[in-house]
């Protein structure tokens, strides 16, 4: 009988461990998201961040389709995942304490000078 070998995945060496926090750990109004159960600080937004946040989010909500709009309204669509895009468009969320469940259909993330690239194409994959 021939025995079956199988070559482990990439993922399997070099995919990091989940960390420790959980979405329902991370309280309204702290600073941090949460990817793969790792808190990420999120620093405040700076004037030219602030303004195109405002902007994208007027333009949006005026679209009479629609239903809901958000800035910083965190999504969580599993336990060990919470992210908060600058700005998000979605059907009216239940009103409850708590995250969001799932993802936003639409989410804008303002990308500027200094942000780090790769941080970013992870965030965009959480949506």
């Known amino acids: 009988m021939a025995q079956e070998y199988r070559i482990p995945s990439y993922e399997a060496f070099h995919a990091p461990p989940l960390g420790p926090f959980t979405a329902d750990r991370i309280k309204d109004g702290e600073r941090y998201e949460l990817s793969e159960g790792h808190r990420i600080y999120c620093a405040p937004a700076g004037e030219c961040h602030a303004q195109h946040n405002v902007t994208g989010a007027s333009l949006l909500d005026s679209d009479p389709d629609v239903e809901w709009s958000g800035v ?19 059907p009216s969320p239940p009103r409850k304490k708590g995250w969001i469940s799932g993802v936003p259909p639409l989410a804008v993330e ?10 970013l194409e992870k965030k965009s994959r959480n949506y």
Do not use: C, K, L, W
């Open 72 to 90: 910083d309204a965190g999504f969580s669509p599993n336990a060990n995942t919470m992210r908060a895009p600058d700005v998000s468009v979605a």
């Open 110 to 119: 303002y990308a500027d000078q200094g942000q780090n690239e790769a941080d």
